[in-house]
């Protein structure tokens, strides 16, 4: 009897020193980049796990039980905000029966605070527009400057919420904001050739970048967000395209190529796959690789030396 | 003076917006006002047995209306009108605040089952299955009571839900009986969902649920559910593609003197697929026994039991999220009545407007 007592403690005390040292601060987020920033600025201190994957449709993740799972124990929620993420939110965040990530409590955070939007509309908002964002474009994590801001919020946040660790909270979101700047200056030289250059995004999610590196949006896939091209509409941009000169379209791997590349081979360009999101492409890991590959493919696609699919 | 007459009230009418808002705004804030939502179906149908209009017809018209009361509670209510009627389907408080544990109370949408937890713009197909209306209500069992449920620390979702209703007696919409009025009598739910992660893309769901109380005979009186659905979405194609695979028995019942009497029961096991971003088909099989439904009647007309077996093909049309149009075919066979068999097409359309809360996975 008492080598079993023994062998159970053994055991237990084994299962003890197995389990991983604990986060201090553990942070869910809506979409990955934001999961990149966090886990930047927390370091050691913070895991952070993003519900939405980087190759899937932020606008349309399913609310599955399994996202609320996965947060039942947060101390902190990021979401994008902006109502990107407003279809699966609403019933993700009730649903994980956690009062401490729930909004208006301390550790819901909504990242888009402080960002500057763009497109936010001036007159009324009719869904005859398709399905626009009241509150203005919620694709701001394609500047790299809205970033720092995301940054140096949540450095505010797990501040506050683990002031013990708050130095390094601080520095960090500064070497995340230094390591950004630098990036961008590269980021900027490689796109500097195609500025005025114009796109065609899949989705009006792009314009954050257009309006960072000097692009144009000529147009895009979708007629309307969220609707679907026809063959009509598909030909009338080819053509428009054509006339004015325009080679590139873009889409991320969770839009209809297909029809990204029927717009690109009747206006006689290239339609490149990119990623919006970290994660979204192999290569993509944090915020800083997918800007890095993001550069690359649309800078080799505007040069017409690389490229997708002609 | 005419000029002047015209000036002055030109002014009175220019400055009115202003003063309306120096005085309410002080005291009067919209800003806090709910998310307000409407949704409105319409259908046709056209089936020989039925003695019945033809042409398109108005379904219901359901206004949502949600919004956070405080840091403690989120209120949601859905009110349908219909042409007959203006049900207050949904009215519900629901707690924010509580670790793992989500208290529900007010006039509920009873978690049983799966597609009784449905609203009707939700329903996979035109006809909810005919099971549905002999056991727990077409459109679920609607009640006044209180939810609790538990998210349990298990890995996987784990949730299960207890409920106490209000004691009412079975009616048009609702076939179960718990109207006794003894003092003792609380109606109760029991549900256990279980639901994993298969791969990526698939998930699957299995669900049982309970529902008793005492008749207003005083006899007990049950509906008994088991669910298991396999859901499909690839990530990278959340909003093209996917399939849905369900399948759900119920049973109602009573317990007299000791021994329990099964009095309707049946199920149905559906296939959805969406071909695309606006296209999606579905077909579903069926079969109810003992069980009443519209075309099941005597040679006077009047409503009776049987075993029914049914067959319904959809396709969908989805413009935008706002937005569906269906077409869908059934053939059903009866082993009573007078209409052995019944062939009907529907058409039905959903619109959508204002804030409309996500449908659970």
């Known amino acids: 009897m008492k080598s079993l007592i023994r062998f159970a403690l053994a055991l237990g005390l084994g299962a003890l020193a197995a389990v991983p040292a604990f986060a201090d601060l553990k942070v869910a987020t809506s979409l990955t980049d934001l999961a990149s920033v966090a886990q930047f600025v927390g370091g050691k201190h913070v895991t952070a796990q993003s519900l939405c994957r980087g190759y899937e449709d932020p606008h349309f993740v399913p609310a599955k039980p399994r996202l609320m799972k996965a947060i039942q124990h947060a101390d902190v929620f990021v979401s994008v905000g902006l109502e990107l993420d407003s279809g699966w939110l609403p019933l993700v965040l009730p649903g994980s029966r956690n009062p401490k990530i729930q909004p208006g409590a301390k550790g819901f955070v909504d990242a888009s605070e402080g960002v500057h939007v763009l ?100 147009g895009n896939v979708e007629p309307k967000p969220g609707i679907p091209p026809s063959p009509h509409y598909i030909n009338d941009l080819a053509e428009a395209m054509k006339k004015s000169g325009v080679k590139v379209v873009e889409y991320q791997p969770y839009y209809n190529a297909d029809a990204s590349n029927q717009v690109a081979k009747r206006a006689g360009g290239v339609s490149v796959e990119v990623a919006s999101e970290v994660g979204g492409m192999p290569g993509t890991d944090d915020v800083f690789s997918k800007f890095d590959v993001l550069v690359s493919s649309l800078a080799g696609a505007l040069s017409g030396k690389s490229g997708g699919q002609r | 003076m005419k000029l002047r007459t015209f000036a002055c009230l030109s002014a009175a009418l220019v400055c009115i917006p202003a003063l309306a808002t120096a005085q309410t705004s002080p005291m009067f804030s919209n800003l806090a006002n709910p998310a307000i939502g409407m949704n409105a179906l319409f259908s046709g149908q056209g089936a020989h047995n039925l003695d019945g209009a033809y042409g398109l017809q108005f379904d219901e018209a359901e206004i949502s209306l949600i919004s956070v009361v405080d840091p403690y509670w989120t209120f949601a209510g859905n009110i349908v009108f219909a042409p007959e009627e203006v049900d207050p389907e949904e009215v519900w408080v629901r707690s924010t605040s509580i670790p793992s544990l989500q208290l529900k109370l007010g006039k509920l949408r009873g978690t049983f089952g799966k ?16 099971v549905m209306a002999n056991t727990i209500g077409e459109e679920g069992f609607k009640d006044a009571g209180a939810e609790a449920a538990w998210l349990t620390p298990l890995p996987w979702f784990s949730e299960l839900t207890g409920g106490v209703y209000q004691a009412i007696p079975a009616d048009g919409g609702q076939p179960l009986d718990f109207g006794s009025t003894q003092h003792d009598n609380v109606p109760f739910l029991g549900h256990f969902k279980n639901q994993f992660d298969l791969n990526d893309a698939t998930t699957l769901e299995i669900g049982q649920s309970l529902l008793q109380g005492r008749g207003t005979d005083e006899h007990r009186h049950a509906a008994y559910g088991a669910d298991v659905t ?58 109810a026994r003992k069980s009443f439904t519209d075309f099941l009647v005597d040679d006077t007309g009047a409503s009776i039991a049987g075993k029914v077996n049914r067959g319904s093909v959809n396709v969908g049309w989805t413009p935008s999220e706002f937005s569906f149009v269906r077409l869908e075919y059934s053939h059903s066979k009866a082993d009573a009545g007078v209409h052995p068999t019944d062939d009907r097409l529907m058409i039905q359309m959903s619109y959508t407007i204002g804030y409309h809360p996500a449908h659970a996975y």
């Open chain 2, 115 to 130: 597609h009784g937890l449905l609203h009707t713009h939700a329903f996979p197909f035109v006809q909810a299955p005919i």
């Open chain 2, 230 to 287: 396999v859901r499909n979405v690839p990530p990278r194609s959340s909003n093209q593609h996917g399939w849905i695979l369900q399948s759900e028995y119920l049973q109602k019942g009573s317990r007299a003197g000791g021994s329990y009497a099964r009095e309707q029961d049946g199920g149905y096991a559906s296939f959805q697929y969406r071909l695309s971003q606006v296209w999606w088909v579905g077909i579903r099989g069926e079969q």
């Open chain 1, 119 to 218: 497109e936010k509309p001036t007159a009324g908002v009719s869904r005859a527009a398709g399905d626009v964002h009241p509150l203005g474009n919620p694709h701001y994590y394609l500047d790299p400057k809205n970033l720092e801001v995301v940054a140096d919020h949540l450095a505010e946040v797990f501040s506050r919420l683990d002031p013990a660790n708050a130095a390094e909270y601080s520095a960090n979101a500064k070497a995340f904001d230094e390591k950004m700047e630098a990036s961008l200056e590269k980021w900027e030289t490689a796109m500097a050739p195609y500025k005025g250059a114009a796109i065609v995004p899949y989705h009006k999610n792009f314009i954050y970048f257009i309006d960072r590196f000097g692009l144009k949006e000529f």
